[in-house]
């Protein structure tokens, strides 16, 4: 299994442009997060969805949207970057609670910077 | 709300010195807590999950603890190496809602070598 997979890994934006941050994991987890990482921040949830066809919001939701049309797939949309959206953002997925551990996995990250 | 807490922030020992990282949580009600390594400009790895029925798990050179009355967690590295070099994070899943994490903002470890 190759795990949770970001594409791409880096990427300089100018304001008002929009991108697609994306999201796949090969591990069958109904459960995927998007967080994004600020220095001396701690991790923030954008976005999560327990299942396809299923999205909703987290602590920090206002600049992006996101879709779940696939279990595999989970793609971040920012349509009007911002200087703020500079930052690394993780995707993470997990299974639900009951069934396992319900451990999450993380990818390697997207270093997004607006200028 | 549920809120997370790791002391020290930073610590930088010597190498072969025995360590303990520090969590802490607000709300007792969880359903697991998950011990996360991040290495600079990477992703985070996961390093154990206790859940809440449980005392402590262990990896290798890794232990985890949980008290859960107390709100506490420690995660124990044995033997330190210049490799465990990074920075820990922890992370508690509430039992009422344990779709989300709550996160710690990290102990950044230097082992000196």
């Known amino acids: 299994n190759a795990g949770v997979t970001q594409t791409p890994k880096f990427r300089i934006l100018k304001i008002g442009q929009s991108m697609t941050l994306q999201c796949t994991q090969d591990?069958?987890?109904?459960?995927m997060y998007w967080y994004r990482q600020d220095p001396g921040m701690g991790l923030k949830l954008i976005y999560y969805s327990v299942g396809a066809g299923i999205t909703d919001k987290g602590e920090v939701p206002n600049g992006y949207n996101v879709s779940r049309s696939t279990t595999e797939d989970f793609p971040l949309r920012l349509e009007l970057a911002a200087p703020s959206q500079t930052s690394v953002y993780f995707c993470?997925?997990?299974?639900?609670?009951?069934?396992?551990?319900?451990?999450?996995?993380f990818g390697p990250g997207t270093r997004l910077t607006v200028l | 709300k549920q809120e997370v807490t790791q002391i020290p922030a930073a610590l930088s020992v010597p190498e072969g010195e025995n360590l303990v990282l520090n969590c802490s949580f607000t709300?007792?009600?969880?359903?697991?807590l998950q011990w996360f390594r991040q290495d600079p400009g990477k992703g985070l790895t996961s390093l154990l999950l206790i859940q809440s029925s449980q005392r402590e798990q262990t990896s290798g050179r890794l232990n985890a603890s949980l008290d859960k009355s107390s709100g506490r967690s420690t995660l124990y590295i044995a033997a330190s190496q210049p490799g465990d070099s990074a920075t820990y994070l922890c992370?508690?899943?509430?039992?009422?809602?344990?779709?989300?994490?709550?996160w710690g903002l990290g102990t950044s470890l230097a082992v000196n070598p």
């Open positions: 709300d007792s009600a969880i359903y697991n």
């Open positions: 591990m069958n987890h109904n459960y």
């Open positions: 993470a997925s997990s299974t639900p609670s009951g069934g396992f551990l319900n451990e999450q996995f």
């Open positions: 992370a508690v899943r509430n039992a009422g809602n344990n779709r989300k994490l709550i």
